[in-house]
């Protein structure tokens, strides 16, 4: 199985930007599709964004489109999650999830982000 550690968040104001990292270990991520998820407190967790295990198709949700990029270096076993323009509404706890081939998922532990007004 494949254990996740996000990084990177953290205190920041509204417009500034932030990247996240998700790293990976105990399996090459290459067969993974993976995503970043995130839950603010009384709301549901929802999806940021996806990327295929290539790396060559991402989607994302209406609320971050064009202000976020998911990436991954399947080198370096590394997911990451770069925000710009960043909002007091984005302000939640952000999950990275690991997908194998058979659908079974694997979550990392959470980061959080809070960006003030």
């Known amino acids: 199985q494949v254990q996740l550690v996000e990084s990177g968040g953290g205190l920041v104001q509204a417009g500034d930007s932030l990247r996240l990292s998700c790293a990976a270990s105990g399996r090459p991520i290459t067969n993974y599709w993976m995503g970043w998820f995130r839950q603010a407190p009384g709301k549901e967790r929802e999806i940021v964004a996806t990327i295929s295990e290539s790396g060559a198709n991402a989607y994302y949700g209406d609320s971050v489109e064009g202000r976020f990029t998911i990436s991954r270096d399947n080198a370096k076993n590394i997911l990451y999650l770069q925000m710009n323009s960043l909002k007091p509404e984005d302000t939640a706890t952000y999950y990275c999830?690991?997908?194998?081939?058979?659908?079974?998922?694997?979550w990392g532990q959470g980061t959080q982000v809070t960006v003030s007004s």
């Open positions: 999830k690991a997908r194998n081939y058979i659908g079974f998922g694997f």
